[in-house]
């Protein structure tokens, strides 16, 4: 098991570094944000162990931008001295998994690390990802590439249809029912919908995820395909 320690206080980290690497895990450490959040995004952790209060991008940030990319599922351990309730609160809705204040014990830590590491294959049904593009079925988040994506409905239900049926060939009476059940407007009102999509989470990327397939439909794929 790999976890990565992200803390800036020399003693904290070394006591947890020495404990979980005689509890025979792999250990990285950081003592900042910048340089944690960078391991975080160029290694696979099975968990992150995160303080609260550190230098640069303080643990509530970090925990926001790796959560904003999607594959960052991670489970994150948050450590803070500072055990008001309004604190436990912003680590939760920042995407931190559980909480631990500190002082702790080292065999609490361990076992709450162990707890976490069972959930990285404990991948939620909610979130969608087709490249970098990520959606959130329950909070309708959008993200793609570390931006923040704002749809309206009908733009949503289309894309999570879209990453749902993902890198297959959809018929474009598929996508009508999807949206609009069995009342669909005019024929050009999904071509338009589309088009809108397409202006929103492919135009300004670099790599385009929606293809039309002439005479067949549409697909939604992150593999190289001709239009
Ligand atoms: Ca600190």
């Known amino acids: 098991m790999k976890v990565l320690i ?8 070394a006591s947890i570094y020495d ?13 900042d944000g910048l340089s944690g959040l960078h391991l975080a995004v160029t290694n696979d952790y099975d968990v992150i162990i995160l303080d609260l209060g550190l230098p640069g991008i303080d643990g509530i940030e970090l925990c926001r931008r790796l959560r904003q990319n999607a594959q960052q599922l991670i489970p994150i351990l948050m450590l803070t001295a500072r055990d008001s309730l ?5 680590g939760f809705n920042s995407g931190a998994d559980d909480y631990l204040v500190k002082p702790f014990s080292l065999k609490e830590l361990a076992a709450r690390v162990n707890v976490l ?9 909610s979130r969608l990802q087709v490249g970098d593009l990520s959606l959130n079925v329950d909070t309708h988040e959008v993200h793609r590439a570390g931006q923040c994506i704002h749809l309206n409905p009908i733009l ?30 005019d024929s050009d009102a999904l ?3 589309l088009s809108s999509l397409r ?8 790599s385009r995820l929606l293809y039309t397939v002439r005479g067949f439909g549409y697909t939604f794929t992150d593999k190289n395909t001709e239009d």
């Open 191 to 193: 071509r338009t919908h």
């Open 86 to 90: 309004e604190n436990k609160l912003e």
């Open 19 to 31: 404990y979980l690497e005689m509890l025979g895990y792999t250990v990285d450490a950081a003592d």
């Open 156 to 185: 949503f239900r289309l894309l999570t249809f879209l990453m749902q049926n993902a890198h297959r060939i959809i018929k474009r009476e598929e996508l009508e029912c999807a949206v609009w059940q069995d009342n669909p407007p």
């Open 199 to 206: 202006q929103l989470i492919d135009k300004p990327f670099d």
């Open 117 to 125: 590491s069972k959930r990285i294959s404990r991948v939620p049904a």
């Open 6 to 13: 992200i803390e800036d206080n020399q003693d904290i980290a």
